[in-house]
C-alpha cells in the first residue's frame, strides 16, 4: 500500500494544528529563541541609528566617544544572539522531532488494526523517520520568519523617522514583492507535497522487495526488481529539480527588485543630503535601515523550510487521523472466560465477512474454529481479544462488553499466540516476558516448559539471557517461544491463530497435552486446519461463507461430509491423527 493509500486523506486545517503543535513542542529553547527574537530586532534596528551618530560626532556634530561605545555594545549583543540562536535551532527542531516521532508511534500502536495493517511498511517508516526529522525545524523557521519581517518593519520605520521620501520611495515596491512571494508559495507547496509522496513511494517499493529477496533472488529478477524500485526517483528528480528553479527564481526576481528600491532610496536619500534636510549620519543610517528593511527577503528561506515542513506534518497528520481504539475503565469481572457474541456483524464496505449471533462459549471451554478459507476464521480470533471490533452487536467476557473493559486488564485476561510471531525484545527471556505486565523469570520457564521451548533455549549460549539476534530459530521453534509468551500472559482467555502451523507432529501433539493440561483452566479458542487438532477441542465452530454452520463436538461433525472435506487437503498425518484419537 503506497501513500496514496493511506484511509485518512490530506486535511489542510488538521494539518496546519499539527504544525502549530510541533512548533509548541520545542521546549524551553523555543522560549528562548522568541527572547532573542526581541532583543535582536531591538539591536538591529538601534544599530545604524547608533553608527550614524557616531559618523557625525566624529564630523563634530556629537559626541563620538559616547556613541562609539553604544556601538561596541550592540555588536557584541548581536554576536551573542547569533551564538544562542544556533544552540536554541538545534535543541528545539530536536525535541519537536522527537515529540512527533513518539505521538506519531504512540498512536499508531494503538490505532485499529483494520486501519493499520493495510499500510505499507515502507511508506509509513519513510513518514516516522524521514518526515518527522523534516517537520521538527517549523519552531526556528517560523521564529526565523517572524524576526526577519520584524527587523524589515523596523528598517522601513526607521526610514520614516530620518524621511517620509525615503519611506515612500521604499514601500513603492513592496505589492510587487508580495505578489511574487504569494507565487512562490503555492508552487512550492505543491512540489513539495509530491517531493515526500514519492520517497514514500520508493520506501515502499524497497521494503517490498527486501521482503520477497528469496524470492526475486530464486526468480532471477533482480534488475527487474531494481528498476522497479528506482522507477519513481525519475519524478522525485523532476520534483526536486522543480523546487530548486522556483526557489531560484523568487531569489532572483526578489534581489533583483530589492537593489533597484535600495538605489531608489539612496538617491532619494542623496538629494535630501544636498538639500540639508538630513545629516551624513543620517544618510549612512539610512543606508543601513534600506539593508535592514531589504532582510525582508531572508524570509524565503525560513518560507522555504516552513513549506517542507507542511508538507511533511500533513504527511504525519494522515497517520494520526486514523481512528484509536477507545478502550472502558471496567475491571474484568469474575469469572471463569465465559464468551458470548450478541448480534455480532463485521463488515468490509457493504460485503459481510463475519456474522455470528447468540454463540455462547463456556468458561474454560477448548474450541476449535476451522473452515474453508474466507470463512471469517481470523476475524472470529480477532474479535476474542479486540484485535477487531465489529461493526454492529458486541462481544461479552464473563458478562461485560469487551469495549467497558481497562485496556491493561484486557490485554492480561486475553493472550494471543500467532501463526508468524515477533521477536520482541533483547533476549529471548524477554521476548517470553514480554507484556503489559512483565512476567516473573519462574513464570518465563514454566511457558517455555508448557510450550516445549524450554530444551531448545537452554541449548542456546546463555540460554535464557541469549540475545535475540544470536539465538537463530526454525519456524516452528519461532512458533514455540510465541505460544510460550502467549502462555505466560493470558489469564482468562487463549487465542491461538494457526499457530501449528510450522510444527511437527509430535510437538504439536505435545503442546496440545499441555492445553488440556496446564492451560486447561482458561478458555481456548485454536484456529485449526487439522483433524487431529479440532477431535482434541471440547466443541468445534464451523464456519463458512461468514456464518456459523454449526456449534458442535468433532465426533458429531465428522459424521457430515462436508466437515470431513475440510480437511482433505491437509497432509496425511492429520488425518491419521484424527483416527489415533479414536474418531472415525
Request: charged fraction near 20%; proline fraction near 4%; glycine fraction near 10%.
Given at each position: 500500500?503506497?501513500?496514496?493509500?493511506?484511509?485518512a486523506r490530506?486535511?489542510r486545517?488538521?494539518?496546519?494544528?499539527?504544525?502549530?503543535s510541533?512548533?509548541?513542542?520545542?521546549?524551553?529553547?523555543l522560549?528562548?529563541?522568541?527572547v532573542l527574537?526581541?532583543?535582536l530586532?531591538?539591536?538591529?534596528t538601534a544599530l545604524?541609528?547608533v553608527?550614524?551618530?557616531?559618523i557625525?560626532?566624529?564630523?563634530?556634530r556629537a559626541d563620538?566617544?559616547?556613541?562609539l561605545?553604544?556601538?561596541?555594545?550592540?555588536?557584541?549583543?548581536?554576536?551573542?544572539?547569533d551564538?544562542?540562536?544556533e544552540?536554541?535551532?538545534?535543541?528545539?527542531?530536536?525535541r519537536?522531532?522527537?515529540?512527533?516521532?513518539?505521538?506519531t508511534?504512540?498512536?499508531?500502536?494503538?490505532a485499529?488494526?483494520r486501519?493499520?495493517v493495510?499500510?505499507?511498511?515502507g511508506?509509513?517508516?519513510?513518514?516516522?523517520?524521514?518526515?518527522?526529522?523534516?517537520?521538527g525545524?517549523?519552531?526556528p523557521?517560523?521564529?526565523?520568519a517572524i524576526?526577519s519581517l520584524?527587523?524589515?518593519?523596523?528598517?522601513?520605520?526607521?526610514?520614516?523617522?530620518?524621511d517620509?521620501?525615503?519611506f515612500?520611495?521604499?514601500?513603492?515596491?513592496?505589492?510587487?514583492?508580495?505578489?511574487?512571494?504569494?507565487?512562490?508559495a503555492?508552487?512550492a507547496?505543491?512540489?513539495?507535497?509530491?517531493?515526500?509522496e514519492?520517497?514514500?513511494?520508493?520506501?515502499?517499493?524497497?521494503?517490498?522487495?527486501?521482503?520477497?529477496a528469496?524470492?526475486?533472488?530464486?526468480a532471477g529478477?533482480?534488475?527487474?526488481?531494481?528498476?522497479r524500485?528506482?522507477?519513481?526517483?525519475?519524478?522525485l528528480?523532476?520534483?526536486?529539480k522543480g523546487?530548486?528553479r522556483a526557489?531560484?527564481?523568487?531569489t532572483?526576481?526578489?534581489t533583483?527588485?530589492?537593489?533597484?528600491l535600495?538605489?531608489?532610496?539612496l538617491?532619494?536619500?542623496?538629494f535630501?543630503?544636498s538639500r540639508?534636510?538630513?545629516?551624513p549620519?543620517?544618510?549612512?543610517?539610512?543606508s543601513?535601515?534600506?539593508?535592514?528593511?531589504?532582510?525582508?527577503?531572508?524570509?524565503i528561506?525560513s518560507?522555504?523550510g516552513?513549506?517542507?515542513?507542511?508538507?511533511a506534518?500533513?504527511?504525519?497528520?494522515?497517520l494520526l487521523r486514523?481512528?484509536a481504539?477507545?478502550?472502558?475503565?471496567h475491571?474484568?469481572?469474575?469469572?471463569?472466560?465465559?464468551?458470548?457474541?450478541?448480534?455480532?456483524?463485521?463488515?468490509?464496505?457493504?460485503?459481510?465477512?463475519?456474522?455470528?449471533d447468540?454463540?455462547?462459549v463456556?468458561?474454560?471451554?477448548?474450541?476449535?474454529?476451522v473452515?474453508p478459507s474466507?470463512a471469517?476464521?481470523?476475524?472470529?480470533?480477532?474479535?476474542?481479544?479486540?484485535?477487531l471490533?465489529?461493526d454492529?452487536?458486541?462481544?461479552?467476557?464473563?458478562?461485560?462488553?469487551?469495549t467497558?473493559?481497562?485496556h491493561g486488564?484486557?490485554?492480561?485476561?486475553?493472550?494471543?499466540?500467532?501463526?508468524?510471531p515477533a521477536?520482541?525484545?533483547?533476549?529471548?527471556?524477554?521476548?517470553?516476558a514480554?507484556?503489559?505486565?512483565?512476567?516473573?523469570?519462574?513464570?518465563v520457564?514454566a511457558?517455555?516448559?508448557?510450550?516445549?521451548a524450554?530444551p531448545?533455549i537452554?541449548?542456546?549460549?546463555a540460554?535464557?539471557d541469549?540475545?535475540?539476534e544470536?539465538?537463530?530459530?526454525?519456524?516452528?521453534?519461532?512458533q514455540?517461544?510465541?505460544?510460550?509468551?502467549?502462555?505466560?500472559?493470558?489469564?482468562?482467555v487463549?487465542?491461538l491463530?494457526?499457530?501449528a502451523?510450522?510444527?511437527?507432529?509430535?510437538?504439536?501433539?505435545e503442546?496440545?497435552?499441555?492445553?488440556?493440561?496446564a492451560?486447561?483452566?482458561?478458555?481456548r479458542?485454536?484456529?485449526a486446519?487439522?483433524?487431529s487438532t479440532?477431535?482434541?477441542a471440547?466443541?468445534?465452530?464451523?464456519?463458512?461463507?461468514?456464518?456459523?454452520?454449526a456449534?458442535a463436538?468433532h465426533?458429531?461433525?465428522?459424521?457430515?461430509?462436508?466437515y470431513r472435506?475440510?480437511?482433505?487437503?491437509?497432509?496425511?498425518?492429520s488425518?491419521?491423527?484424527?483416527?489415533?484419537?479414536g474418531?472415525p
Amino acid at each position: 500500500m503506497t501513500s496514496e493509500s493511506v484511509a485518512a486523506r490530506p486535511d489542510r486545517r488538521s494539518a496546519n494544528q499539527l504544525l502549530v503543535s510541533v512548533g509548541r513542542h520545542g521546549g524551553p529553547w523555543l522560549g528562548v529563541l522568541a527572547v532573542l527574537v526581541v532583543i535582536l530586532t531591538a539591536a538591529e534596528t538601534a544599530l545604524p541609528a547608533v553608527l550614524g551618530r557616531t559618523i557625525d560626532g566624529a564630523l563634530g556634530r556629537a559626541d563620538a566617544g559616547h556613541w562609539l561605545l553604544w556601538s561596541a555594545l550592540l555588536i557584541a549583543v548581536l554576536v551573542a544572539c547569533d551564538v544562542a540562536d544556533e544552540l536554541g535551532v538545534a535543541n528545539t527542531a530536536a525535541r519537536s522531532t522527537a515529540w512527533l516521532r513518539r505521538t506519531t508511534l504512540r498512536h499508531l500502536l494503538s490505532a485499529r488494526l483494520r486501519s493499520v495493517v493495510p499500510l505499507s511498511p515502507g511508506d509509513v517508516a519513510s513518514r516516522l523517520v524521514s518526515n518527522t526529522e523534516g517537520a521538527g525545524g517549523a519552531g526556528p523557521d517560523a521564529i526565523a520568519a517572524i524576526t526577519s519581517l520584524v527587523l524589515a518593519i523596523g528598517g522601513v520605520v526607521a526610514l520614516a523617522v530620518i524621511d517620509p521620501w525615503l519611506f515612500l520611495t521604499f514601500i513603492a515596491g513592496m505589492p510587487l514583492l508580495l505578489l511574487m512571494f504569494w507565487a512562490f508559495a503555492k508552487d512550492a507547496s505543491e512540489l513539495s507535497e509530491r517531493y515526500l509522496e514519492t520517497q514514500g513511494e520508493i520506501s515502499s517499493r524497497l521494503v517490498s522487495a527486501l521482503y520477497g529477496a528469496r524470492t526475486i533472488a530464486a526468480a532471477g529478477t533482480t534488475e527487474l526488481e531494481s528498476r522497479r524500485v528506482l522507477t519513481p526517483l525519475e519524478d522525485l528528480h523532476r520534483h526536486g529539480k522543480g523546487m530548486w528553479r522556483a526557489q531560484s527564481r523568487i531569489t532572483a526576481q526578489d534581489t533583483l527588485l530589492l537593489a533597484l528600491l535600495e538605489i531608489a532610496v539612496l538617491a532619494v536619500a542623496g538629494f535630501e543630503l544636498s538639500r540639508g534636510r538630513i545629516s551624513p549620519g543620517e544618510l549612512f543610517a539610512a543606508s543601513q535601515y534600506v539593508v535592514l528593511a531589504s532582510t525582508g527577503s531572508n524570509a524565503i528561506s525560513s518560507l522555504t523550510g516552513l513549506i517542507r515542513e507542511r508538507a511533511a506534518v500533513a504527511r504525519i497528520d494522515e497517520l494520526l487521523r486514523l481512528p484509536a481504539v477507545r478502550y472502558g475503565s471496567h475491571p474484568v469481572p469474575p469469572g471463569t472466560g465465559h464468551l458470548r457474541f450478541r448480534e455480532v456483524t463485521v463488515r468490509d464496505g457493504e460485503q459481510v465477512l463475519l456474522q455470528i449471533d447468540g454463540l455462547v462459549v463456556e468458561g474454560g471451554a477448548l474450541v476449535a474454529v476451522v473452515g474453508p478459507s474466507g470463512a471469517g476464521k481470523s476475524q472470529f480470533a480477532a474479535l476474542v481479544g479486540r484485535l477487531l471490533d465489529p461493526d454492529e452487536g458486541a462481544v461479552l467476557l464473563d458478562g461485560l462488553a469487551l469495549t467497558e473493559i481497562d485496556h491493561g486488564a484486557l490485554r492480561r485476561a486475553i493472550g494471543y499466540g500467532f501463526e508468524r510471531p515477533a521477536m520482541i525484545g533483547n533476549t529471548l527471556a524477554d521476548v517470553i516476558a514480554f507484556g503489559d505486565r512483565v512476567a516473573s523469570r519462574e513464570e518465563v520457564t514454566a511457558a517455555a516448559e508448557a510450550a516445549l521451548a524450554d530444551p531448545f533455549i537452554k541449548r542456546m549460549p546463555a540460554g535464557y539471557d541469549t540475545p535475540v539476534e544470536d539465538a537463530p530459530m526454525s519456524g516452528g521453534e519461532t512458533q514455540r517461544i510465541g505460544l510460550a509468551r502467549a502462555f505466560a500472559h493470558a489469564e482468562r482467555v487463549l487465542v491461538l491463530d494457526d499457530v501449528a502451523a510450522s510444527l511437527d507432529t509430535v510437538t504439536e501433539h505435545e503442546i496440545a497435552r499441555a492445553l488440556t493440561g496446564a492451560m486447561a483452566d482458561r478458555t481456548r479458542i485454536l484456529v485449526a486446519h487439522r483433524a487431529s487438532t479440532a477431535a482434541r477441542a471440547d466443541h468445534v465452530l464451523w464456519l463458512e461463507a461468514g456464518q456459523v454452520r454449526a456449534y458442535a463436538p468433532h465426533q458429531q461433525l465428522w459424521e457430515d461430509p462436508a466437515y470431513r472435506a475440510l480437511f482433505e487437503s491437509s497432509d496425511s498425518e492429520s488425518f491419521a491423527g484424527s483416527l489415533w484419537d479414536g474418531h472415525p
